[in-house]
């Protein structure tokens, strides 16, 4: 069935685990993560971003996942948008049915310039009034994303601040996160505390402190009601990268954020963990070999298949170490 994020959340918040929003732009995706998350019993939030939107199109995306819902009857499922950039655009996705949105004022209408507080606490407000009138849960971002060691966003074509960021910018400040709830009355937040987007996050092999657990705490501490969401999750499988680098990929030396980190993110109050970057590694790495390994094979569904199998297995992964995997 359908249900909102707060639903979702509530319930996280309540048992303690965390749960996995993955992005989705077709059916392969979907599918992996319906399969996944059936097999371990977990509950599931799909998330849909502009560029999935532009490269499907709204309508395929909607009875993709409502596709979803019909299949799988037995899994709540949370049917999101993932970085609105005004108020107007998470209107037409709550129009089109998604029980969730996500206002992303700390940056502009064009997905790259850093905006000032009261510009972010306006379009949160206004999106808050106009989603919850309708059942829709609202998620907003508070701070710049970023990598603390490399200080950048990290998306090259999607959504982050363009440049280096300075260091106050790249964690959230916990005081203004309780003013920003208090004025806005979102149902989660998305915080700044050493992630970014996309495969590039840092350069050398993690050693334990990507993340600020401490600032995560010092927000929890401040709105223990707020759901905190972690933007920029993946983790960037080292043994992905080796098989795209092994049939044909050229993809320099780069690390994600290690799944024993979100996790100890999820013991201090991180509910909704984002991840886009990984499914994409698996899919072409799967696609990559099946196709060195199979020359002669030209039936995309056989390719397809072994990337939705690669998908689901990092599903299966992120359901059970988040502990989501149960909850369904
Ligand atoms: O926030 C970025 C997500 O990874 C979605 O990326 O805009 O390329 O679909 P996208
Ligand atoms: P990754 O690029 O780390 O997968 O993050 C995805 C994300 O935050 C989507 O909003
Ligand atoms: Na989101
Ligand atoms: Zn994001």
Same mark, same amino acid.
């Given at each position: 069935?359908? /249900?909102?994020?707060?639903?979702?959340?509530?319930?996280?918040?309540?048992?303690?685990?965390?749960?996995?929003?993955?992005?989705?732009?077709?059916?392969?995706?979907?599918?992996?993560?319906?399969?996944?998350?059936?097999?371990?019993?977990?509950?599931? /939030?799909?998330?849909? #971003?502009?560029?999935?939107?532009?490269?499907?199109?709204?309508?395929?995306?909607?009875?993709? /996942?409502?596709?979803?819902?019909?299949?799988?009857?037995?899994?709540?499922?949370?049917?999101?948008?993932?970085?609105? &950039?005004?108020? @107007?655009?998470?209107?037409?996705?709550?129009? $089109?049915?998604? #029980?969730?949105?996500?206002?992303?004022?700390?940056?502009?209408?064009?997905? +790259?310039?850093?905006?000032?507080?009261?510009?972010?606490?306006?379009? *949160?407000?206004? %999106?808050?009034?106009?989603?919850?009138?309708?059942?829709? #849960?609202?998620?907003?971002?508070?701070?710049?994303?970023?990598? $603390?060691?490399?200080?950048?966003?990290?998306?090259?074509?999607?959504?982050?601040?363009?440049?280096? $960021?300075?260091?106050?910018?790249?964690?959230?400040?916990?005081?203004?996160? =309780?003013?920003?709830?208090? =004025?806005? @009355?979102?149902?989660?937040?998305?915080?700044?505390?050493?992630?970014?987007?996309?495969?590039?996050?840092? %350069?050398?092999?993690?050693? @334990?402190? *990507?993340? #600020?657990?401490?600032?995560? +705490?010092?927000?929890?501490?401040?709105?223990?009601? *707020?759901?905190?969401?972690?933007?920029?999750?993946?983790?960037?499988?080292?043994?992905? $990268?080796?098989?795209?680098?092994?049939?044909? @990929?050229?993809?320099?030396? *780069?690390?994600?954020?290690?799944?024993?980190?979100?996790?100890?993110?999820?013991?201090?109050?991180?509910?909704?963990?984002?991840?886009? &970057?990984?499914?994409?590694?698996?899919? %072409?790495?799967?696609?990559?070999?099946?196709?060195?390994?199979?020359?002669?094979?030209?039936?995309?569904?056989?390719?397809?298949?072994?990337? &939705?199998?690669?998908? +689901?297995?990092?599903? +299966?992964?992120?359901?059970?170490?988040?502990?989501?995997?149960?909850?369904?």
């Amino acid at each position: 069935a359908l /249900i909102s994020m707060r639903q979702l959340l509530d319930h996280a918040a309540e048992h303690g685990y965390g749960v996995p929003a993955f992005n989705v732009n077709n059916l392969e995706q979907m599918r992996a993560i319906m399969e996944a998350a059936d097999e371990t019993d977990s509950p599931v /939030i799909v998330q849909a #971003s502009a560029g999935a939107r532009k490269y499907a199109g709204a309508p395929f995306l909607r009875h993709l /996942i409502l596709a979803a819902v019909e299949e799988f009857p037995h899994i709540p499922v949370v049917m999101h948008q993932d970085h609105g &950039t005004s108020p @107007g655009v998470c209107q037409r996705s709550i129009q $089109l049915g998604f #029980s969730s949105v996500m206002m992303d004022g700390s940056l502009g209408e064009d997905g +790259k310039t850093p905006m000032d507080y009261d510009y972010n606490v306006d379009v *949160t407000r206004r %999106t808050v009034e106009m989603a919850h009138a309708c059942g829709v #849960s609202v998620e907003g971002e508070l701070g710049c994303l970023g990598s $603390l060691e490399t200080g950048m966003a990290g998306e090259e074509d999607g959504i982050g601040a363009e440049g280096k $960021l300075d260091h106050d910018q790249l964690l959230t400040d916990p005081e203004e996160a =309780a003013d920003f709830v208090k =004025a806005t @009355g979102v149902d989660a937040l998305a915080i700044a505390i050493g992630t970014s987007h996309g495969a590039y996050k840092f %350069t050398k092999p993690p050693t @334990g402190d *990507t993340l #600020s657990i401490q600032r995560i +705490k010092e927000i929890h501490a401040r709105i223990p009601e *707020t759901h905190l969401v972690m933007h920029g999750s993946s983790s960037v499988p080292q043994e992905w $990268l080796a098989v795209i680098n092994e049939f044909g @990929g050229q993809i320099p030396e *780069t690390y994600g954020v290690p799944v024993e980190e979100i996790v100890e993110g999820i013991r201090h109050g991180v509910r909704k963990v984002n991840v886009d &970057t990984d499914l994409r590694l698996a899919s %072409t790495g799967a696609v990559r070999r099946f196709l060195a390994e199979n020359p002669a094979e030209f039936d995309p569904r056989k390719f397809l298949k072994a990337s &939705t199998a690669a998908m +689901k297995a990092i599903c +299966k992964a992120r359901y059970e170490a988040f502990g989501t995997a149960g909850n369904a």
